[in-house]
């Protein structure tokens, strides 16, 4: 298991259920994270999203797990397909033992959603909130270039923390924060190595169906 680093708590953002693991994965980690990611986009390939509005969103995004998560005119959902119809590849294990360590290895989650986020990508504030289940938490992988992480509240308005996640970092957001609006202002191009050409990779870990 590549748990390298403790949990760094971040005292600006006290809110139950927020934690962040500053530096998590190693560089060796974050290496074999990518060739995974690569593999999965290999299979998978990288789609660009449409809000229901008909936006088209600034990251790229594909999925692993049976279910993934897509958004067109249609809405918000997850399916068991990818939009050109074959089926999701399996969550590698490296991810999957990443949420073990985090979360709980009693419950592995069902979706692995995949972000990238090129020079100009932004995530607007937004609940992940299409799950089945809240009770288990949400958990993100940041891979490449810094990025300006924004946490809010559970509802629309309000203060809100921002936070820099880097190339390594783990975010759980549970508990009292598994509803917050959260998004991502900004990233800050090539400022990592990890990705040669730039760029940020989000991994993000949900359990979509109810545990029975
Ligand atoms: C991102 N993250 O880091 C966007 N969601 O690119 C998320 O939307 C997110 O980091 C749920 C839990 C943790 C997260
Ligand atoms: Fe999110």
């Not at 509802?155 to 975010?171: A, P």
């Not at 924060?177 to 040669?196: E, N």
Request: charge should be neutral; aromatic fraction near 8%.
């Amino acid at each position: 298991m590549p748990k390298e680093a403790e949990l760094t708590e971040v005292p600006p953002l006290n809110i139950r259920g927020f934690k962040v693991y500053k530096g998590f994965l190693n560089r060796a980690s974050q290496e074999q994270l990518v060739a995974e990611s690569r593999a999965l986009a290999t299979e998978a390939p990288f789609f660009q999203p449409t809000t229901p509005s008909g936006k088209p969103m600034s990251v790229k995004m594909t999925s692993a797990g049976r279910l993934g998560w897509v958004t067109d005119r249609t809405g918000y959902r997850y399916q068991t397909a990818h939009p050109r119809g074959q089926s999701w590849p399996e969550i590698p294990n490296v991810i999957l033992n990443i949420w073990s360590a985090v979360a709980s290895p009693d419950r592995l989650p069902d979706s692995c959603l995949m972000n990238f986020y090129g020079a100009d990508a932004r995530m607007g504030l937004h609940q992940d909130k299409d799950e089945g289940d809240f009770e288990w938490p949400v958990v993100s992988v940041s891979l490449g270039d810094d990025a300006l992480f924004r946490m809010g509240n559970p509802t629309r308005g309000g203060k809100t923390e921002s936070i820099w996640l880097t190339s390594g970092d783990v975010v759980v957001m549970g508990g009292d924060a598994r509803l917050s609006y959260h998004g991502i202002d900004r990233i800050r191009f090539q400022s990592s190595s990890l990705l040669p050409k730039g760029g940020r990779i989000n991994l993000t870990l949900r359990v979509v169906d109810q545990t029975s």
